[in-house]
């Protein structure tokens, strides 16, 4: 740790990644103290490389579903955001030169993604200011094809019902399929209930619009997204019969919808909802039961290493407050 804290570079970049990921696997399995990661990864603030920041912001999103309903998860994300700022002032909005430092450009979209996500202000004004150039003559967009993404989601996430409609019509005359999934997956970030239930609602009705390649993907967008799971988690039960019928749509698909859902349970309540929910369907087979078993030992495992873990974490954000409260 010392040695990354003072010069990174003498460590390799594959051997930096590895690191990280060493640690929070670790962590994961209760090897180590919860908050040896947080420590490690302070570093980051020198770091550039693609290769450590990509493994750093996987990590960086289990911890949030871990603890999202722990009231420490603001400190945990203005952490992070403290630790992504340097990247992202680095990186900013200009397009990377793809021909000359690839692996940035690959990087750029996720780090303003990340960041517009923790509601930074500075990023979210340049999201905006690049999607009204684009609103005042939408038939030709100058948005560079890798920041569509997070210009999108940024957008739809705090916009109003006019900015969903306007890429929901983009949408309708889209043929073009990195373009196409660009635009769902901004749609996905809508945080607002209705509106989620009624583009989940599309992905049913509308074949002409998502087709049928795109729907699984898109609804595990959607279900992904903290702050829509439960709209998801409820459409979801409500329809399985529709989803089940729909051209195409075998339980194998529907698994990845499933998987996506439950991958944000991190509560007794839920696990509990899930099992409920598998024992209504699952009157196919053994290949069934197992598959939701498994599901069902990954929440239980996270349960437990919340309730184990919870106060190293709660010690290393808040060192002088020892009064806390595990959400379970």
């Known amino acids: 740790m010392a040695q990354l804290e003072m010069n990174h570079t003498c460590i390799p970049t594959i051997t930096r990644g590895a690191l990280i990921d060493d640690v929070f696997a670790l962590s994961r399995a209760s090897l180590i103290n919860a908050s040896d990661p947080y420590t490690l990864i302070r570093y980051l603030k020198n770091e550039t490389d693609f290769v450590p920041w990509t493994i750093a912001l996987s990590a960086m999103n289990q911890q949030e579903v871990l603890l999202a309903e722990q009231d420490i998860i603001l400190d945990l994300q203005n952490y992070f955001l403290e630790l992504i700022l340097p990247i992202y002032n680095k990186i900013g909005?200009?397009?990377?030169n793809q021909l000359t430092d690839w692996l940035q450009a690959l990087l750029q979209p996720?780090?303003?993604?990340?960041?517009?996500r923790y509601r930074y202000q500075e990023c979210i004004e340049a999201a905006q200011s690049i999607y009204r150039n684009w609103k005042l003559n939408p038939t030709l967009n100058q948005i560079p094809a890798n920041l569509r993404s997070p210009v999108y989601c940024t957008i739809i996430r705090g916009g109003s019902r006019s900015d969903f409609n306007f890429l929901w019509t983009r949408l309708q005359n889209e043929s073009i399929a990195n373009e196409v999934m660009n635009l769902l997956e901004g749609l996905a970030c809508t945080e607002d209930p209705?509106?989620?239930v009624y583009f989940l609602e599309q992905h049913l009705k509308n074949d002409s619009i998502i087709r049928d390649q795109y729907v699984i993907?898109?609804?595990t967008n959607i279900a992904r997204s903290p702050r829509a799971n439960q709209v998801?988690?409820?459409w979801i039960r409500d329809n399985w019969s529709k989803l089940l019928s729909?051209?195409?749509?075998?339980?194998?698909?529907?698994?990845?919808i499933i998987e996506a859902v439950s991958s944000q349970f991190i509560t007794v309540q839920k696990r509990d909802e899930l099992k409920a929910f598998a024992s209504s369907i699952t009157n196919?087979?053994?290949v069934y039961r197992q598959y939701f078993q498994l599901l069902i030992d990954r929440i239980n495992a996270d349960i437990e290493w919340i309730a184990v873990n919870l106060a190293s974490i709660n010690t290393f954000f808040r060192p002088n407050n020892n009064s806390f409260v595990v959400a379970l």
């Open 217 to 219: 993907q898109s609804i």
């Open 93 to 96: 909005w200009t397009p990377v």
């Open 110 to 116: 996720s780090i303003l993604s990340i960041v517009c």
């Open 246 to 256: 729909k051209r195409g749509a075998s339980f194998g698909r529907l698994s990845r």
């Open 194 to 196: 209705p509106l989620i």
């Open 232 to 234: 998801v988690w409820n």
């Open 284 to 286: 196919e087979g053994t």
